[in-house]
């Protein structure tokens, strides 16, 4: 079974702070995917990262791929109330064409 | 619609009983998923559809637990003889192809299974 594992599980921080989430497996994926999720709503794909050592930013997010394509990161700047969710890493699972998710972050950002 | 439809949003049901949770997926999407989520956690996947057929079912928990796609379209997950452990939000997802070629995938809001 493959699995991803997110750290932290949950981060609470201030307005205006800097965080990064983690996501990483021992499995191979060909491609990897960061949604967030708000309360009573589905997971929203924020991006899709494909190559090994790929960066890519969104505004004040920024997603990289590691090397091996086992594992990638989440990186938000100054962080804002609005940033407030569950965000999810999932892997594509190149044997069975789905998505493997990952346990996920849950963020709070206080005003 | 514009996105994927589920219904019903949210089900209380009795342990013991059967539950059908329907999802209707974006028009022309050829690929269907569904998972289960429980409270806060990640995503576990159940079965994914290519058109009619479902290539993977490796997710589903147990023999209470059967879906079908008909037409290429409107999908059914059924719950037989639910236990409280069956508890969680159902997310069905489509995307126009599969995962692996790039293609967004898009979920619907859930339904929130309760067995009491």
């Known amino acids: 079974t493959q699995l991803l594992k997110q750290s932290p599980q949950f981060l609470s921080i201030q307005e205006g702070e800097n965080l990064t989430v983690y996501c990483n497996s021992s499995?191979?994926?060909?491609?990897l995917q960061w949604y967030r999720q708000e309360p009573g709503e589905g997971p929203v794909l924020l991006v899709t990262?494909?190559?090994?050592?790929e960066v890519k930013k969104l505004k004040r997010l920024t997603f990289q791929f590691g090397d091996a394509r086992k594992d990638s990161s989440l990186h938000i700047t100054a962080a804002q109330p609005g940033d407030t969710g569950l965000y999810l890493c999932?892997?594509?699972?190149?044997?069975?064409?789905?998505?493997?998710f990952g346990t996920g972050t849950r963020l709070l950002v206080s005003p | 619609g514009a996105g994927v439809s589920q219904s019903p949003s949210n089900k209380v049901t009795e342990k013991g009983k059967d539950v059908e949770l329907r999802c209707d997926p974006i028009?022309?999407?050829?690929?269907l998923y569904w998972y289960r989520q429980s409270l806060g956690q990640g995503l576990e996947f159940l079965i994914y559809?290519?058109?009619?057929?479902?290539?993977?079912k490796s997710g589903l928990p147990s023999d209470r637990f059967s879906a079908e796609r008909t037409g290429g379209s409107v999908s059914t997950l059924t719950i037989q003889r639910t236990q409280q452990e069956d508890s969680a939000v159902y997310l069905c997802?489509?995307?126009?192809?599969?995962?692996?070629?790039?293609?967004?995938?898009?979920f619907g809001e859930g339904s929130w299974l309760t067995v009491v």
């Open positions: 499995s191979v994926f060909s491609s």
């Open positions: 997802a489509s995307s126009s192809n599969r995962a692996s070629s790039g293609n967004t995938i898009y």
């Open positions: 999932a892997g594509v699972d190149t044997g069975f064409q789905k998505l493997v």
């Open positions: 559809f290519q058109g009619n057929s479902a290539p993977d």
């Open positions: 028009s022309g999407h050829t690929a």
């Open positions: 990262v494909v190559t090994g050592g």
